[in-house]
């Protein structure tokens, strides 16, 4: 019977009883680094080379400047500012990115730790970590990196994020650094963030340059008002599969690259020079007092064997490049601005990853100016006067971490340049000895979304009403604005500034009615006084178009504010075509602060518009982008989902709403402004309906505009509560119906912004709008709404519930870590027998005017507990630390299953 044993067992192992994944108590370790493309060593894999022929950056005449410049370097200490010995959590800890965030100035380094501490020269993935720097009496200190990084996201950073380079514009923070998926694909890549203190607050923007299979090394200079740029410029890359530093462009308030076969340096041959073996992109260049900008790069040469398969000798070298064109050099080093010299920088024994390494990527302003340079003894007393000196961090063997000063000065007023000499270390600095931290390896977790299963959720009734601030516009023409229409705008609060981005136009002949021209943006600040608001007049500082996507105008603005930027959402008229597009700022009171991110957020259709985003408040949910109206189809509002740490959206075939038979919103329906969280954990989302039946002097239109709004959950924002049977908001003020020549859409109501009131409750009439049990529980809100396309009014929503303010935590499920899904679930509609209007209120006086007692049916909405359908989008997100995917519980399962098989194989013996 011993056959027929080992039939069972075999029997068991093959319909998967037993697995050898149940064993798997500890994750696998990570996938060898030797691919890795470090910056001091090859990928053991060669990119493909094919790729599409690219264009020469078009020359201008070549500029020559009677300027002589002088550079050295001068170590800040003789011994590491950050490294294993000195506390950190990792054991290499190199290659850092330098920011400064108002008084605090802090280090963005790329850490990684040995996969086995008995087995030297082997590490895992890279990552990104935070230090904090103290300057003190020409000394710096850096705190220890800790086991927080930024959070790899997606298959491209499976196999570690390398190298990062950050760079400062109107207060937002670029991160550049290599996305390495850890088989044959390094590819430069971006984010942005307002907090650069938090690893993971970067918001990933994307590849910079899609049509190469290997990039590295991104430096960027950004045009501004103070340089006189025209252009944005990104030198990057290195001569490793290439013949050196290339440029791209980019076009000022547009995120984006144009590539170039073009190069700024290139690696010099001979054994002369110090980069002759290799050269790749340093940090962004900065300005000098000159005008032209101070560019280090580094570099490398052969000939230094300190290990079998190691030759190469990094160093640092720099470059002075044009003031008014800085892809022309006009001096470049002949000797090396700094070489390894010290024992942690040659580092000849295995404790240390790569031997023979100085490598900067970090460079500002010094904070200490030319305190502590030794600018005499370098350059020479008469180069005192025109010294500029920089405060830069570089990694040494690929382990630790220094500090240096760059000194640059030049004989602008000066008569007798001489040639600059090398550089000379500093008089060794005691820095004290931090004992180590011990520990284990972090555990990285995955920052995608995931889906989430909600559990009934006892049904709330809500009651939703608008009063009128004012019975008379906020902005209009006929109260100083320079444009004839202002109208339909966004609202964002930035400290204690509360502030509108207006769609403003003009008519294009006065004479002739309803021909407006292009759409603007411009920004009108509010002030809020014993319950009367006011707005400043709308003037001629508007967002200056881009061309060609919006040849014919920028319309229909909505912000949206999300750790720390402002993400603007608007549609980009081309003259063809409407698409909806997003811009980022830190200071949305400057329109030209915004930068444009995306042309094209949702790659269908050539309508495309009204985009209100839901950003997630954790990494577990999806963001969510509720955009367009029906007028291309019958979708209605319709739902995308993105990554929250990334900006993008994947569309599903699902809609938020549908517009209705014999209701208010049944021709159209359109997205309103951002959903705003409720103190009971669901959201308000306001939208935009019309109607047909109106007939106007405006022969074409026979429409009316009218606010809706809908309550989504707060554990599926994507699941609808109640919906509003009656419009909150109709046209009812003679501006508001607009049926004269003098305006250009008649009656309409339209709103874009919201906000929590300013003034909470406390000019909101709630008891006599909502009944006394609902005074507890209110909850105000402040929106600004177009009307009649003309005008600009302002309304508080009033908010409330009698239920009491609990609900259900979600619960997740985990998601496999391989390509996504986002389940969108959606309610049967709410249906009534026959349609139903508001009743128009008289006008009262200023500051209130109430709209209506109520929009809630006393009679409980029915919520469908049931599923309708699904729709998966798949989301590409980040890959973590591989687990074992079989829990305790089914292990237990099969260890029975396969013991009583045995039994039973005995017993039949």
Not at 298 to 314: F, H, I, M, Q, V
Not at 468 to 477: M, T
Not at 572 to 591: F, G, Q
Not at 725 to 749: A, F, H, M, R
Request: with cysteine.
């Amino acid at each position: 019977m011993l056959p027929l044993v080992i039939f069972f067992i075999w029997l068991q192992l093959c319909s998967g009883f037993i697995s050898s994944d149940d064993a798997a108590n500890t994750p696998p370790s990570p996938s060898p680094s030797s691919s890795s493309p470090s910056t001091t060593s090859e990928p053991s894999t060669t990119p493909p080379s094919t790729m599409p022929p690219l264009p020469t950056l078009p020359t201008s005449a070549p500029i020559t400047s009677s300027i002589t410049y002088k550079v050295a370097a001068q170590r800040v200490s003789n011994q590491p500012i950050l490294s294993k010995d000195m506390g950190s959590f990792w054991d290499f800890n190199y290659n850092a990115a330098l920011f400064q965030k108002d008084d605090e100035i802090g280090l963005f380094v790329r850490v990684q730790n040995l996969k086995d501490e008995n087995a030297p020269l082997n590490p895992g993935p890279s990552y990104l970590a935070v230090s904090k720097l103290t300057f003190k009496n020409g000394q710096v200190s850096a705190t220890k990196t800790t086991h927080k990084t930024m959070n790899p996201l997606g298959s491209s950073e499976a196999g570690g994020t390398e190298d990062p380079r950050i760079t400062c514009r109107n207060g937002v923070y670029y991160l550049f650094y290599t996305a390495y998926d850890g088989i044959n694909k390094a590819v430069l890549s971006s984010a942005v963030s307002a907090n650069p203190f938090e690893p993971n607050s970067w918001i990933r923007l994307s590849e910079d340059l899609p049509l190469r299979n290997w990039s590295k090394s991104g430096a960027a200079l950004f045009a501004s008002k103070e340089n006189g740029l025209t252009k944005d410029y990104l030198f990057w890359g290195d001569s490793s599969y290439s013949d050196g530093i290339q440029i791209a462009t980019g076009e000022p308030g547009k995120w984006g690259w144009k590539d170039y076969n073009t190069y700024l340096l290139k690696k010099r041959d001979g054994t002369k020079f110090f980069d002759s073996e290799l050269v790749e992109s340093g940090p962004s260049p900065l300005k000098l007092n000159t005008g032209d900008y101070l560019f280090i790069y580094n570099s490398a040469r052969a000939g230094y064997y300190t290990r079998p398969d190691w030759n190469l000798e990094y160093n640092l070298g720099y470059a002075i490049l044009a003031g008014t064109d800085p892809t022309q050099v006009l001096d470049r080093s002949k000797r090396p601005l700094m070489s390894p010299e010290l024992d942690w920088e040659i580092g000849d024994s295995n404790k240390y990853l790569k031997p023979n390494v100085v490598f900067l990527e970090g460079l500002i302003p010094d904070p200490d100016g030319c305190k502590y340079a030794n600018v005499s003894g370098l350059l020479g007393a008469e180069y005192i006067d025109n010294a500029e000196c920089f405060f830069g961090v570089y990694g040494a063997a690929d382990t630790a971490l220094g500090a240096v000063r760059i000194i640059v000065s030049s004989n602008a007023s000066i008569v007798h340049p001489s040639t600059s000499p090398s550089p000379s270390p500093a008089s060794p600095i005691t820095i004290p000895t931090v004992s180590p931290i011990t520990g284990t390896a972090p555990t990285l977790s995955s920052s995608s979304p995931s889906t989430t299963t909600t559990t009934p959720i006892p049904e709330k009734k809500y009651k939703v009403v608008a009063q009128r601030i004012s019975d008379q516009p906020i902005i209009s023409f006929k109260n100083g604005s320079v444009w004839n229409f202002n109208y339909n705008a966004a609202i964002f609060k930035q400290g204690d500034i509360i502030a509108v981005l207006i769609r403003v136009q003009n008519l294009t002949d006065q004479n002739i009615p309803f021909k407006a021209g292009p759409s603007h943006f411009a920004v009108s600040m509010l002030t809020f006084t014993n319950g009367i608001v006011t707005a400043a007049p709308t003037i001629n500082n508007t967002l200056t178009f881009m061309q060609p996507f919006e040849a014919c105008g920028t319309e229909d603005p909505r912000i949206t504010y999300n750790n720390g930027l402002y993400y603007l959402f608007y549609t980009s008229n081309d003259c063809t075509n409407r698409k909806l597009s997003s811009a980022i700022s830190i200071n949305p009171a400057e329109p030209n602060s915004w930068i444009r991110y995306a042309a094209i957020d949702l790659p269908v259709g050539n309508l495309l518009k009204s985009g209100a985003p839901l950003f997630s408040d954790n990494s577990k949910h999806p963001n969510y982008l509720f955009w367009s109206d029906n007028s291309h189809s019958d979708a209605g509002i319709g739902i995308a989902v993105g990554v929250p740490e990334k900006l993008g959206w994947n569309v599903t075939p699902k809609s938020l709403l549908k517009k209705r038979n014999g209701y208010f919103d049944s021709e159209f329906i359109e997205s309103g402004s951002s959903p705003l969280k409720l103190k009971t954990g669901d959201y308000l989302f306001l939208y935009n309906g019309a109607r047909t039946g109106y007939p106007s002097v405006k022969l074409d239109w026979d429409l009316q505009y009218n606010i809706g709004y809908a309550i989504l959950s707060g554990n599926n924002s994507a699941h609808i509560f109640e919906r509003s049977d009656q419009p909150i908001l109709s046209p009812q003020l003679d501006w508001e119906i607009g049926n004269t020549t003098d305006y250009l859409k008649p009656n309409v109501v339209f709103l874009e912004g919201l906000i929590p009131d300013p003034d909470g409750c406390k000019y909101a009439n709630v008891s006599d709008l909502l009944g006394d049990q609902y005074v507890d529980n209110a909850e105000c809100f402040f929106g600004v709404y177009g009307a009649a396309d003309s005008h600009l009014g302002a309304v508080r929503i009033i908010v409330s519930t009698k239920t009491p303010l609990t609900s259900p935590p979600p619960t997740t499920t985990a998601l496999p870590t391989t390509t996504k899904t986002a389940s969108i679930t959606t309610t049967a509609p709410i249906s009534t027998t026959s349609a139903q209007t508001s009743s128009p209120v008289s006008p009262v006086t200023i500051p209130t005017v109430p709209i209506a007692k109520t929009t809630t049916k006393d009679t409980p909405i029915i919520v469908s507990t049931s599923t309708v359908s699904e729709a998966s989008v798949s989301i590409t997100s980040p890959t973590p630390p591989p687990t074992a995917t079989t829990t305790t519980s089914d292990a237990n399962t099969k260890v029975f299953s396969f013991l009583v098989v045995l039994i039973v194989g005995i017993l039949s013996l």
